[in-house]
């Protein structure tokens, strides 16, 4: 039982050292030799702690890892940008196939995260002229108006993302 729980423990080490390379080099075309190397391990422990830990490969990390960020930076996206751009970023080469990941993962198109994000990202919408206008008529002559009026439409409310990522341990 002692060596089980040391195993564990290092199993956990190991995984916690592997996931801060792989955020940290999202960019780069990784590999698992090299995430062996900087953890220090062979890529067969490395394999083998990931599964326990995880319940999937080093690689597979790697793939939803780049996938969460490709969503977060599409969530903070404009109308003008491009989802090619951002995915091959961070290593996808084939469309089809980075779309249908993507899709996989988080119950949605690609295009429709950046059309939803873009809808409020884009300064010069009509919902951020409803919050500007709202605003206004919230504040006279330099003092905020009681705060029983309503300042933000429904619109503007923030909706819940479920994100349906694997256990990280």
Request: hydrophobic residues 35%.
């Amino acid at each position: 039982e002692e060596l089980l729980y040391q195993l564990e423990g290092a199993y956990a080490a190991h995984v916690r050292k592997a996931r801060a390379f792989i955020e940290s080099n999202l960019h780069e075309d990784i590999k698992l030799e090299d995430i062996a190397t900087a953890v220090g391990v062979c890529a067969r422990l490395l394999q083998k702690a990931f599964s326990h830990q995880c319940g999937c490969s080093p690689m597979r990390f790697v793939t939803q890892a780049r996938l969460q960020r490709i969503r977060q930076e599409l969530d903070r996206s404009t109308i003008d940008t491009k989802i090619v751009d951002v995915m091959m970023n961070y290593g996808f080469t084939q469309g089809g196939k980075f779309a249908k990941e993507y899709q996989r993962l988080f119950n949605e198109k690609p295009s429709d995260t950046l059309k939803r994000a873009s809808q409020f990202n884009q300064p010069d919408s009509q919902l951020w002229q409803q919050i500007d206008d709202s605003l206004s008529e919230r504040v006279v002559g330099g003092r905020s108006m009681s705060s029983n009026s309503t300042v933000f439409p429904s619109e503007c409310l923030p909706s819940q993302h479920s994100w349906n990522l694997i256990a990280f341990g």
